[in-house]
């Protein structure tokens, strides 16, 4: 059994430099999804997974597969696009999910017309579900330093997170850090979607962000404790969505965000906060 889980990282190259890409985006993206989760921002952050899709498309119209202009298009259309919601929703009617899901259909499609002009099948698809088992040492350093980055400053800016999830208001009334606390977290989101979308592809980032944080919404009501729980979720995702991809030839991206969904539905169905069984258990009486 042992040797089944570690002989296809003992022996290739490429699963290990996966695992590894893997395991750096679970450590650091599930955490932010929890703070999307308790904002109310879950659509937020799939919407701006696709927003990184035309800055992406637009550098690889100029520089082909490259790295860094995919990564730094990505990410400057994924701010402007989170920018450009804010400003809508506060200068118009509209809302701001609706202005975002606006500004995500524009993005997924012209991403993907850029794509479609210049490249190919095979190019539209590595742009839109990741190729984890390719990824290099430079794939590898980038998402190593955007991990590092992102957990430097969530726990710069933990407190103030955590309160604005609870009450912003007051924050705004005895703070400045309110609109600054506000703006790093939108870069940290889209750092870590630019980090996913160099294993996982721009359809698939969001989902090891969101689905861990969302299982582990079932298992604690503790903040640190939904961030323990989330990344553990994602890790094990990661490690078993590989290990199917080895032994059944499936594709690697969509059998590790299937495996957060696993985790998810089971937490929905077993978790003790709030889960479906759960709920269904007989009360004592004058129970709440």
Not at 91 to 101: F, K, N, Q
Request: aromatic share 8%.
């Amino acid at each position: 059994m042992i040797d089944a889980l570690v002989q296809p990282f003992i022996e290739f190259a490429f699963m290990r430099r996966a695992l590894v890409g893997s395991l750096a985006i679970s450590l650091t993206a599930p955490p932010i999804g929890v703070f999307l989760v308790l904002r109310r921002m879950s659509l937020m952050g799939d919407a701006m997974g696709h927003a990184i899709l035309p800055g992406a498309a637009i550098g690889y119209l100029l520089a082909g597969l490259s790295l860094t202009a995919m990564s730094l298009g990505g990410f400057a259309a994924g701010f402007a696009v989170a920018l450009a919601a804010g400003l809508v929703a506060r200068s118009t009617v509209l809302r701001e999910d609706a202005s975002l899901a606006g500004f995500y259909l524009l993005s997924l499609a012209l991403g993907v017309m850029i794509i479609s002009v210049k490249g190919s099948n095979v190019d539209l698809l590595h742009v839109l579900f990741g190729t984890v088992l390719a990824l290099d040492d430079a794939a590898l350093i980038l998402i190593a330093t955007i991990a590092t980055v992102s957990l430097a400053t969530l726990a710069v800016i933990y407190r103030p997170l955590v309160l604005e999830c609870f009450d912003p208001q007051y924050l705004r009334s005895v703070s400045p850090l309110s609109s600054p606390t506000h703006l790093l977290f939108l870069v940290l989101v889209v750092l870590n979607l630019v980090a996913g979308f160099q294993a996982l592809g721009t359809l698939m980032a969001v989902g090891i962000m969101l689905l861990p944080a969302v299982a582990a919404r079932f298992w604690t009501e503790d903040i640190s404790g939904m961030i323990g729980v989330a990344v553990g979720v994602a890790f094990a995702a990661s490690l078993g969505g590989l290990l199917v991809s080895y032994y059944a030839n499936v594709p690697t991206g969509p059998a590790v965000i299937l495996g957060c969904g696993a985790f998810y539905l089971l937490s929905m169905f077993a978790g003790v906060k709030g889960g479906l069984l759960w709920n269904l258990m007989p009360r004592k009486h004058l129970e709440a």
